[in-house]
């Protein structure tokens, strides 16, 4: 027997509006939909007429024990959907059992697009997006936060953290202490009414606490600055390569990947023109 399908359907974050004419139809085509929040789920589910033959609860102290009764389900060839509170499922939201489960049993696995906290928060942020480094939650354990946050400390990506209102100035002066003065940005409540950026640096900002500590918050940090290239040490590499007999091309190819292209190209013009 040909088995279900397992569908990761993301939920608005805020606006209602914002689900997908896909989701709604696919919440409504399963045989069962395990949502995070049960209650959440039935307001969702009664605004959009939809009436699923079975709703269970599925969150991150259950994950584990629900596992068995989803795959028997989905093993008679009925497909179910897995719904967080809001957002997409997997993204600090429960789902990671099931879908390891699921592959491991060749059951189909299919994650819809849509609505998800920090993707909205980046591309408004006004920092780098062209790289970014999401962490969600940071880890309880002090040991293991900051661990995390020394090995952050270098990237230079624009960093992503999902946090609580009550723990958010915590975690702010906890970031400038490890990780220094960064332009820092938060989001707060998106897609809802009291949606609002707040932009500055972690130091000015924590100086002058103002914050509305209520609601969602996405934290948006600056990346490491870049270091800038040693020249001596630039020059130091060129030369074994020449002295090793690379052609200039292939000494630009292989050293292109940690210096700028045009200061390799200037250093082999300096000992081309020494050697002349």
């Known amino acids: 027997m040909k088995s279900g399908t397992v569908y990761l359907v993301p939920t608005p974050i805020g606006n209602l509006g914002d689900m997908t004419y896909r989701a709604v139809e696919v919440l409504k085509s399963v045989a069962l939909i395990a949502a995070e929040d049960t209650r959440s789920a039935r307001r969702l589910l009664q605004h959009f007429d939809i009436q699923p033959p079975k709703l269970i609860s599925y969150h991150k102290f259950s994950e584990k024990q629900r596992l068995p009764e989803l795959l028997d389900i989905l093993k008679t ?105 960064r332009r820092v940005v938060l989001a707060r409540e998106l897609c809802k009414i009291y949606e609002e950026y707040t932009r500055s640096d972690l130091e000015s900002l924590l100086k002058d606490w103002s914050v509305t500590e209520k609601g969602e918050f996405v934290v948006l940090l600056e990346g490491a600055a870049a270091s800038e290239p040693d020249p001596a040490e630039l020059r130091r590499e060129v030369l074994s390569l020449l002295k090793a007999g690379k052609k200039p091309s292939e000494i630009q190819t292989e050293l292109s990947g940690s210096y700028p292209r045009n200061q390799i190209y200037q250093c082999l013009l300096s000992f081309k023109k020494r050697k002349a």
């Open 77 to 181: 060839g009925s497909d179910i959907a897995i719904i967080s509170d809001a957002g997409s499922p997997g993204i600090s939201d429960p789902s990671e059992f099931i879908v390891q489960a699921a592959t491991t049993a060749e059951i189909p696995v299919i994650a819809l697009p849509g609505a998800t906290a920090f993707v909205p928060a980046l591309t408004a942020s006004g920092l780098s997006s062209r790289s970014f480094c999401f962490i969600g939650f940071l880890p309880t354990q002090a040991k293991e936060r900051r661990l995390l946050l020394q090995r952050l400390s270098t990237y230079p990506e624009t960093l992503i953290f999902y946090e609580a209102p009550h723990r958010l100035e915590k975690t702010l002066t906890e970031l400038h202490k490890t990780l220094g003065n």
